[in-house]
T-cell receptor, first 117, second 115 residues
């Protein structure tokens, strides 16, 4: 299958700072990328969907000014957690989908464990 | 609208006995269905996927799942559990609906394997 690389795998930051997480499709062009958040012992919750070159579509309840998503190229999307607080500590996972509009498989990165202290 | 229901939050089996993790879905379109496994503090690993080909899908590590449209089910099975199978399992549905392409995760089933 296709490879999606997510970086960093772990990050610890101070409260009030911003953190950027990168998601790259290594061997295909990702027309759509997705960002998920996973709380401990819970499932993945879709935060937002981004299409290359356009603004991200955020799910209800997700603050777009807090979680900035950029999808400037067909191989890279970034999630920036702005003014991070301890409650933003979580596991963030991206996925990427490309090819035909009929393609229903998305490939997942390995996730980023964010800890805000 | 899509939805995924994993019917058991926890399943406990003895090593060497069969595993059954249940999943029901709803979709207005022709969905693709997936099972992922997540070990503690790790990312997701794809076990298997159904994308409108054969309804019985074989995956890695001896897992398989059968797509039953009449029952809207996609249950995951394995004939003989191994200790290393202990993990969280997610059933996932993807389709291209009126609201665009979406991938929805089930709530997850924690599999415990007893020696």
């Amino acid at each position: 299958g296709a490879v999606v690389s997510q970086h960093p795998s772990r990050v610890i930051c101070k409260s009030g700072t911003s953190v950027k997480i990168e998601c790259r499709s290594l061997d295909f062009q990702a027309t759509t990328m997705f960002w998920y958040r996973q709380f401990p012992k819970q499932s993945l919750m879709l935060m937002a969907t981004s299409n290359e070159g356009s603004k991200a579509t955020y799910e209800q309840g997700v603050e777009k000014d807090k979680f900035l998503i950029n999808h400037a190229s067909l191989t890279l999307s970034t999630l920036t957690v702005t003014s991070a607080h301890p409650e933003d500590s979580s596991f963030y996972i991206c996925s990427a989908r490309g090819g035909s509009p009929l393609n229903t498989e998305a490939f997942f990165g390995q996730g980023t464990r964010l800890t805000v202290v | 609208a899509q939805s995924v229901t994993q019917l058991d939050s926890h399943v406990s089996v003895s090593e060497g006995t069969p595993v059954l993790l249940r999943c029901n879905y709803s979709s207005s379109y022709s969905p693709s269905l997936f099972w992922y496994v997540q070990h503690p503090n790790k990312g997701l690993q794809l076990l298997l996927k159904y994308t409108s080909a054969a309804t019985l899908v074989k995956g890695i590590n001896g897992f398989e799942a059968e797509f039953k449209k009449s029952e809207t089910s996609f249950h995951l099975t394995k004939p003989s559990a191994h200790m290393s199978d202990a993990a969280e399992y997610f059933c996932v549905v993807s389709d291209q609906g009126a609201g665009g392409f979406k991938t929805i995760f089930g709530a997850g089933t924690r599999l415990f394997v007893k020696a």
